[in-house]
């Protein structure tokens, strides 16, 4: 029985070893982007209320996770943390800042200075136009590269090729992402500003955040990206906070697939 026992906790010992990142420091790994791992599939049989639990959508493209463990990750925080609907969500203070590209809407650099004063020693990371403007501004970078794992305070994500085949404002060529977060068991994709990629097929993804509208975005476009990553959650962000476009998006998704979206940072649940 004792034997057991000692059995039983070396297997929980490894499982945990297994599934759950070191915490602090950074750790790349060039592993395959597929955002998947031994806690792949993991999220089976979850609702959408239970793996949004922990997340908030704010403005277009300012999405936040909070993990079991209490680590706070903010992909593309535009809003201020003295916002109303952000003191409210809890969602203030950040561990992890990733940043998917340069653009306006998605990259504030006076917004993530007060986002600094709340937590020094928050680990930001962006693509390499990003980490100098950064540096610039006088906070600490990591660059990202598309296609690799890392590993940052904590917390485990592939970054994934974000960009347009037409037109010259999302070029392949900057290097721009959208992030798979690993949280608590299921896989979270964030795509940035990217047209449906072939790479997408690739990705394992319980849940999809979408670009939905503008910059280069359309519906058919997210569309096809719930196709391609066959998630079985879809979150449609940068909307343009058009509810009746994210309204007929939600009711053009694959059968099977749950749609939801944030009102005033407020989880509605499609039918
Ligand atoms: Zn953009």
């Known amino acids: ?10 297997g929980l010992i490894l499982f945990w070893a297994g599934t759950h990142p070191v915490a602090g420091g950074d750790e790349k790994q060039n592993s395959k982007p597929d955002g998947c791992s031994s806690s792949c599939g993991v999220a089976d049989g979850k609702t959408a209320s239970k793996l949004l639990k922990n997340v908030v959508h704010f403005s277009d493209d300012d ?3 909070r993990t079991a463990d209490g680590i706070n990750v903010f992909v593309d925080p535009v809003s201020w943390p003295m916002d109303d609907l952000v003191v409210k969500s ?12 340069s653009h306006q809407d998605h990259f504030q650099p006076t917004i993530l200075q007060e986002y600094f004063k709340l937590n020094p020693r928050a680990v930001l990371a962006g693509p390499p136009d990003v980490a100098k403007v950064v540096r610039e501004k006088g906070m600490e ?18 970054a994934v090729p974000a960009y347009f085949l037409e037109g010259d404002s999302h070029p392949k060529a900057n290097g721009w992402v959208g992030y798979v977060l690993q949280l608590d068991g299921a896989n979270y994709y964030v795509t940035g500003d ?10 394992k993804v319980d849940v999809l955040f979408p670009l ?15 196709d391609l990553t066959k998630a079985p959650f879809v979150v ?36």
């Open 90 to 101: 809890g969602m203030v203070k950040p561990d992890l800042i990733l940043i998917t590209h």
């Open 1 to 10: 029985m004792k034997m057991l026992k000692t059995v039983s906790a070396i």
């Open 194 to 203: 990217t047209q449906p990629l072939p790479e997408m097929a690739e990705l």
């Open 212 to 226: 939905l509208y503008g910059c280069g975005g359309n519906l058919e476009q997210a569309l096809k990206m719930a």
């Open 63 to 65: 999405v936040r996770f």
């Open 141 to 158: 970078a990591s660059e990202i590269k598309p296609g690799q794992s890392y590993t940052m305070a904590g917390v485990k994500f592939s």
């Open 236 to 271: 449609p962000v940068h909307t343009g906070g058009h509810e009746e476009v994210i309204k007929k998006y939600l009711t053009g998704l694959p059968k099977g697939v749950q749609g939801a979206y944030y009102k005033d940072a407020k989880l509605v649940v499609s039918p």
